[in-house]
């Protein structure tokens, strides 16, 4: 540094200082390199906004070259309404020194690039003083990436916010802490769905979620956690827990975290799984119980079995399974309905527990038959008083909807280990004793003897060659002729069952019907006589044979069943093409009275079709008058017990002779069965009866006897027999 002085003689002489600046310009290119390698753009400004310098980074940023920088407003660099707002603040410092962005920390703004497009961006200003002058130094970035991840994370959070709401559970965070206890650290807001609870009750108290647990749940819960912080294993657990909302059942997912601290941390989610939970307890339920009584079922029966044996065997004790059936329930069924019915059954399993030990165990076998497994038994005077307590139970009536109800029961006994030791053999020793006792009549209590097995072996046998039978269309019809007692002509016949067995031979109705009836074979049997009936009279018709209505008996199963007889009889018709006249239909008293509603529309629809029906061994049922009269009848058929002593008996007479009045009043024919003497046919025709048929007529005969009956027959015979 220097100043100039003219001397007069006209020199210039130059007084100076000569100050070495070395570190000085290498400090100044120190920062130069500094700052044009530094990645954040750095700008000098004034008191007046005016930029002094800037770096190479700021020209990268805002595309402005250096020199088109200096001296220039810093207010260039950003756009609306940014730019006015720092002039703003820029015109206020000068006037008043205030400073509001000056020391204020980093800032989040807006730039502005030269080709106008705007982007964020993050500015630290700061202040120094040089040669008495205020100069600012402005650090700029870039932010925009910063800002995508940032508006990523902040939809990734909601996302999550959104899916953890939408949950049917609860999302949660939990640390296991230094005193054993478990904390919860965040908790979604299903927890107010799920819980009844809040975020603040959950993460304020660690015992708020643990007093609520089920306490036989509270141990395996905190144990599991705690296997899981050793091992850093998943944690999968299903606990119940009480709740403002009720108790509920939770399922839960979590994998721990080991932070650097050393704490372990789940993440994880809790669904309400009660519905689960309780669909598979229904689901439970019906696997081993009864729905209609509560009862248990077979399955609960044999499991249950399964466990009390190996202690009976261990003791020494006797078991006794009991088969124990409702006596006539059926009727209870058919008038009352399968309603009624079903609540009489749970009123008697009701009434079977209060007669049982907390050790037995009852169980429905399905339809009106339960299953009593008796344990401990010191004695047989211990099983026949438990017995005998158990039939007495129904000494009183139930009460079903305002009715009484007066029950009998029937009941079969196998003993463990005497009859057998195993669950299943000794049910159906127990069902085979049943069957015997209700042979015997209701309220029968039978005990199993190796006999009954031999006999329920040939039952089974039995039931197989029906099947056989029936693939073979080996039941036949044989005819009964009926005479008319005035005209002295054949005007009917009965078509009774036989079975031509190929190797026992003709086989008669009361050895083999029972069974059918009992294995639910008796309809297709019917069916098949139908049948094998309408050919027979096809067959006669085509040969010139004089053909009369033939009756067909039909089950009492099949006539309730109305829809499959009714289809039967239209495909034979059709099949056969014959008038459906020649076709008469018997079904019992029983079955009639059984729901009449039912039996009357059905009459009179077969009647529609051309079809009579006939009520065969009236007088054995209970019949009312009231719906007799409303049965579109045909024809009465008195049972063969009145006829037999109709001369010999005052009662049998008084009977069959107002049956025959009460028919006629009614515009019915009467037909009276089993006549056998001259004796029976003199007294009928003198009673007015319409109608014979038995022995003195005619056995019943085959198809080509019958034939010949018909073609042979004269009613002077018959009149020889007198």
Known sequence: MSRPTRLPGGDVLWDGVLIDVTGHKRAEHDLEIIMNHAYDSIVTINEEGLILSVNAATSTLFGHAIDDMLGHNVSMLMPEPFRSTHNTYITRYIQTGESRIIGAGPGEFEGQRRDGSRFPLEMALSEVRMEGRRIFIAVMRDITHRKKTEAALRETEQVLLNIAANLPGMVFQRVLRADGRLAFTFVSDGCREVLGMTLEQLCADPDFFFNALNPYDREPFIGTYRASARTTEPVEDEF?????????????????????????????????????????????????????????????????????????????????????????????????????????????????????????????????RFLILLGELSSDSALAEEIEDLVNSFSEPIMVEDQEFDLTVSIGVSVYPRDDTDAETLIKNADTALHRAKSQGPGTIQFFTAEMSALAARTLSLQSRLRHALENEEFIAYYQPQLHLSTGTIVGMEALVRWQDPERGLVFPGDFIPIAEECGLIDAICDQVLRYTARSLRSWLEEGIRTVPVAVNISGRQFQNSRRLLSSLEQVLKETKIDPSLIEIELTESSAMSDPDNAIAVVKTLR????????????????????????????????????????????????????????????????????????????????????IQGYLISRPLPDPALRRFMREWRFEALQGHA
């Open 240 to 368: 119940r827990i009480a709740t403002p909302i009720g108790n509920r059942w939770l399922r839960g997912w979590s994998r721990p975290r080991k932070m650097d601290d050393g704490t372990v941390v789940w993440d994880g989610v809790n669904l309400d799984v009660t519905d689960r939970k309780q669909a598979e307890e229904r689901l439970l339920f019906l696997v081993y119980y009864d729905p209609v009584t509560g009862a248990g079922n077979r399955a609960m029966f044999l499991e249950r079995f399964s466990r009390i044996r190996p202690l009976a065997e261990r003791s020494g004790a006797a078991l006794a399974v009991l088969s124990l059936g409702i006596d006539r329930f059926s009727i209870i069924n058919a008038s009352m309905g399968h309603t009624v019915g079903d609540q009489v059954l749970a009123a008697a399993a009701k009434r079977l527990r209060r007669h049982l030990e907390a050790t037995d165990v009852l169980a429905r076998a399905g339809g009106n």
């Open 608 to 691: 529609d079709m051309g079809i009579a029906c006939a009520i065969d061994d009236f007088g054995t049922g209970y019949s009312s008058l009231g719906v007799l009269k409303r049965f579109p009848i045909a024809k009465l058929k008195i049972d063969r017990s009145f006829v037999q002593d109709v001369t010999t008996d005052a009662n049998d007479a008084a009977i069959v002779s107002a049956i025959i009045a009460m028919s006629h009043a009614l515009n019915m024919h009467v037909v009276a069965e089993g006549v056998e003497e001259m004796r029976h046919y003199q007294f009928l025709k003198e009673m007015g009866c319409d109608q």
